[in-house]
């Protein structure tokens, strides 16, 4: 059974940096893309990033280049967002999602929530 | 950036009804859409995917159309499991994009 485990949310002053983590099992994780997709309170789904198999290339929506970072660790099959300068509007429920080039999005983990608040 | 934009924003129905949503990006996409259905506090769920294809263990009552800039999802009778918020996607690049999504509510 695919799995994917998020964690690593919380409370964030503004300015400040969380490093969230994707723990996936039941499928051969370096086979995929990977993504991270996020949701503010009350409102629709964001896409953020998409990782390539080896983490050969990276694609972000433009409101977190330069602030966020998609990286994946295959040996423990981890899927990461490193996330600096967060800002109010980054306040929402990350995703992590398998992502199938062919089929799109068929796996999503349960989210973990950031909050960025002063 | 491609844009995504769904139509309407807000649906009420009454189960056994037909219902369709509509997708259109702001450039062609070819086949490259899925659809998503979320309930409140759940994570989405995968419904169609190529824009015509059901995911596995979906409903036959979902379908999908369209292609280019237009599309459209299809409930064929309204089951009381079925009012949600619909989510497009296009996934023509790597650069991903979802629509505002659909919430259809009971009438």
């Known amino acids: 059974e695919v799995q994917l485990v998020e964690s690593g949310g919380g409370l964030v002053q503004p300015g400040g940096s969380l490093r969230l983590s994707c723990a996936a099992s039941g499928f051969t994780f370096s086979s995929y893309w990977m993504s991270w997709v996020r949701q503010a309170p009350g409102k629709g789904l964001e896409w953020v990033a998409n990782i390539k198999q080896d983490g050969s290339e990276k694609y972000y929506v433009d409101s977190v280049k330069g602030r966020f970072t998609i990286s994946r660790d295959n040996a423990k099959n981890s899927l990461y967002l490193q996330m600096n300068s967060l800002r109010a509007e980054d306040t929402a429920v990350y995703y992590c999602a398998r992502y199938d080039i062919l089929t799109g999005m068929g796996y999503w983990g349960q989210g973990t929530l950031v909050t960025v608040s002063s | 950036d491609i844009q995504m934009t769904q139509s309407p924003s807000t649906l009420s129905a009454s189960v056994g009804d037909r219902v369709t949503i509509t997708c259109r990006a702001s450039q062609s996409i070819s086949s490259w859409l899925a659809w998503y259905q979320q309930k409140p506090g759940k994570a989405p769920k995968l419904l169609i995917y190529?824009?015509?294809s059901l995911e596995s263990g979906v409903p036959s009552r979902f379908s999908g159309s369209g292609s280019g800039t237009e599309f459209t999802l299809t409930i064929s009778s309204l089951q009381p499991d079925d009012f949600a918020t619909y989510y497009c996607?296009?996934?023509?690049?790597?650069?991903?994009?979802f629509g505002q999504g659909t919430k259809l509510e009971i009438k």
């Open positions: 996607q296009q996934y023509n690049s790597y650069w991903d994009s």
């Open positions: 190529k824009a015509s």
